[in-house]
C-alpha cells in the first residue's frame, strides 16, 4: 500500500509499506482525508525529531473494509489515542495521563497511508450526512471537548481564548454554546474574521495593552491558551484571568516558560492542564465530539482551507505552516 513517511532529512516521501494485519478486536479502515495539526509542524520544521519511516497524521477519517460491528463503507473517525488501559493513570479512568500512551502518527503508524488498523473502540460512525472532510476535524474538536471539561466553567461565563488557530477557533466554537461573552486574540485579518463566524466578541492583538485593559474592566473566567511553542502567551493568560479563575494552558509548548507566580499563588489561579481527550464521567470524549459534527458542519467547512493528494504532502505542510496563505486547516486526501 502507499504511505507517507518521515525520511533521514526530516522531508515526508511517499512509499509502499505492506498493508497493516487487524489483530483480533481490530478494525480495518481504509483512510480518506487526515487533517495537518499543529503538533504535525513541530516535526516538519524540526523542532521535535520525527523517527525515520514512521507515518504521520492522527486527524483521520475514513471508511470501514473489515472487522468491528460496523458494516463495510460506513464512514468513520478514528481516535488515534492508545491508551495501555493497565497502568495506574487508566485504571484511574485517566487515559491521557497513561504512563504508555501511544498516539498514532506519532508514536504509532498514522493515517497517512492507505489502510490502518485500530482497536473497535476507537472506531466512531459518522453521523448521517456528515462528509469525510468535516469527520476529520473530529480529532481537534475532541481536543476542545476535553478543554472545556477541565475548564468547569459555569454558564455565562466570560472566556478568552489565546490564538486562532484550528484549535483556538474551535475552542470559541464551544465557548460561545455556554458562555455570556468570548473573546479572542488573533494575529491575521483572516483569522479574526473567523474567530467572529464561531462566535468571538472582542478580538485583540495578542499580548496587547487593549486585551489587559478589555480584562481589568471585564473580569475573565477562564481564558484558554492554545498558541504553545515559546510563546509568553500562558503567562499572558495568568495575567488577564480574574482571581480565582481558571487557565487551562492547551497549546503544545516546545520549551518551559516563565509565568508570573505571585499572581498565580496571591490571587489564588486555578490552572488546570488538558491533553488530548478521555471521558467525561462515563461519556467518551471523542465520541462526544463526533456528534457534534452535525451541527457545527457549516462552521467547521469555514476552517478547511485546502486539501492535497497523498504525494503532495510536503507541499501540504508547507501551505499548513505559512499563515501568509491563510492557512487554517490543511489536509491530505488519501484516497486516490
Not at 483512510?31 to 520544521?45: E, K, M, N, Q, T
Request: glycine share 12%.
Amino acid at each position: 500500500m502507499r504511505a507517507i513517511v518521515w525520511n533521514a532529512g526530516g522531508r515526508l516521501e511517499l512509499a509502499e509499506r505492506q498493508e497493516p494485519v487487524a489483530g483480533e478486536g481490530d478494525v480495518l479502515v481504509r483512510s480518506a482525508v487526515v487533517g495537518i495539526c499543529g503538533s504535525d509542524l513541530h516535526f516538519f520544521r524540526g523542532e521535535f525529531p520525527a523517527f525515520p519511516g514512521s507515518t504521520p497524521g492522527h486527524e483521520i477519517a475514513g471508511r470501514v473494509v473489515s472487522g468491528g460491528g460496523l458494516a463495510p463503507g460506513t464512514a468513520v473517525a478514528i481516535e488515534p489515542t492508545l491508551p495501555c488501559g493497565q497502568c495506574p493513570g487508566c485504571r484511574r479512568g485517566q487515559s491521557p495521563t497513561c504512563s504508555r500512551l501511544r498516539l498514532m502518527g506519532i508514536s504509532a503508524p498514522g493515517g497517512m497511508q492507505e489502510l490502518v488498523a485500530v482497536p473497535e473502540a476507537n472506531v466512531h460512525a459518522l453521523p448521517e450526512g456528515v462528509s469525510l472532510d468535516i469527520g476529520s476535524m473530529a480529532e481537534p474538536l475532541a481536543v476542545c471537548v476535553r478543554a472545556s471539561n477541565r475548564a468547569e466553567a459555569p454558564m455565562g461565563a466570560r472566556v478568552l481564548v489565546l490564538g486562532s488557530g484550528t484549535i483556538g477557533l474551535l475552542a470559541v466554537l464551544l465557548a460561545s454554546q455556554t458562555a455570556n461573552e468570548v473573546a479572542v486574540t488573533a494575529r491575521y485579518p483572516h483569522q479574526a474574521g473567523l474567530a467572529e463566524a464561531m462566535g468571538a466578541g472582542p478580538v485583540f492583538e495578542p499580548g496587547s495593552q487593549a486585551l489587559l485593559d478589555w480584562a481589568r474592566r471585564n473580569p475573565v473566567d477562564v481564558v484558554i491558551e492554545t498558541v504553545g511553542g515559546t510563546a509568553d502567551t500562558f503567562a499572558e493568560a495568568i495575567n488577564a484571568v480574574r482571581a480565582g479563575g481558571t487557565v487551562v494552558p492547551l497549546g503544545v509548548f516546545t520549551a518551559d516558560v516563565m509565568v508570573p507566580a505571585r499572581k498565580l499563588v496571591n490571587q489564588e489561579v486555578r490552572v488546570v492542564g488538558s491533553v488530548v481527550y478521555g471521558h467525561a464521567g462515563h461519556q467518551s470524549e471523542f465520541g462526544a465530539a463526533v456528534g457534534m459534527l452535525g451541527r457545527f458542519a457549516p462552521k467547521l467547512a469555514l476552517l478547511r482551507t485546502a486539501t492535497y493528494p497523498l504525494a503532495s504532502a510536503n507541499e501540504a505542510f508547507e501551505h499548513a505552516a505559512d499563515k501568509g496563505r491563510q492557512a487554517v486547516k490543511v489536509s491530505v486526501a488519501v484516497e486516490a
